[in-house]
């Protein structure tokens, strides 16, 4: 999609997922300033979308899953990019095969911390820099279909995911009288080699590509979303 974003400067946490190379690749082309952050340095280090029209890269290794080492980097950006107009949260895990009776506690933990607690981390360390601007911004959150409804044997993922939902409605009505819009997008069956590995029998013509999630995300942190507040964006792909 056509898309100017001069002189913005974007975070996106897990960068160095699937997801996060299709949006940082994304938000390059459309000319933003990138803070690309992920807890591997080195799996950051080959994330490049250096030389597609980004402005700017920096790549900031940090663990979303902690809050001091979030607020260190949303330090750094501040400090070597001047300013934060955008944050994109990525980060997220999935887990199934359980009943909600038999879940262990380290599935529910790891569902909220990946899906819930990454989000809460990063808004605490990004929001205040994009307030502290005063020119207004975007945050962008990733749900999921799944979050819209319980299904068996995904009672801790679909929880997970509807806590991004009420998080990113939440965050909507207490941030958008200045001037931040927030919403979150809801991705069907991403196609990605993970995906393919575990599901060989599946048919991925109906999966949603990473790159027409990342298309959704970049629209929402452009001026044509100026008015889209608090929305739950379904990204169904070719089902």
């Known amino acids: 999609m056509s898309a100017d974003l001069a002189g913005k400067v974007v975070v996106v946490t897990g960068a160095a997922g699937n997801l996060g190379r299709a949006v940082a690749a994304a938000f390059a082309r459309a000319g933003a300033t990138l803070a690309l952050l992920d807890q591997d340095e080195a799996t950051l280090a080959a994330v490049g979308p250096g030389g597609s029209g980004a402005a700017a890269v920096l790549r900031v290794p940090a663990d979303a899953l902690n809050p001091a080492?979030?607020?260190?980097a949303a330090e750094r950006v501040a400090r070597e990019l001047g300013r934060?107009?955008?944050?994109c949260n990525l980060i997220g895990g999935f887990r199934m095969g359980h009943p909600v009776h038999a879940t262990p506690a380290e599935v529910w933990r790891l569902m909220m911390d990946l899906n819930a607690g990454s989000l809460l981390n990063a808004a605490q360390a990004f929001v205040p820099r994009i307030l502290a601007g005063g020119r207004g911004g975007k945050v962008v959150n990733v749900a999921a279909a799944a979050a819209t409804r319980g299904t068996a044997e995904m009672g801790a993922y679909s929880a997970s995911k509807?806590?991004?939902?009420?998080l990113t409605e939440s965050m909507?009505?207490?941030?958008?009288?200045?001037?931040?819009?927030?919403?979150?997008?809801m991705p069907t069956t991403m196609d990605t080699p993970q995906n393919r590995a575990a599901m060989p029998k599946a048919d991925p013509r109906?999966?949603?590509?990473?790159?027409?999630?990342?298309?959704v995300i970049l629209f929402l942190c452009t001026d044509a979303a100026r008015a889209v507040h608090g929305a739950a964006i379904p990204v169904s792909g070719g089902a």
């Open 162 to 166: 509807a806590a991004v939902m009420r």
């Open 172 to 185: 909507s009505a207490e941030l958008r009288g200045a001037g931040v819009n927030v919403n979150c997008v």
């Open 84 to 87: 934060v107009d955008a944050l």
């Open 69 to 72: 080492s979030m607020e260190a």
């Open 206 to 215: 109906g999966w949603v590509t990473t790159e027409a999630v990342a298309d």
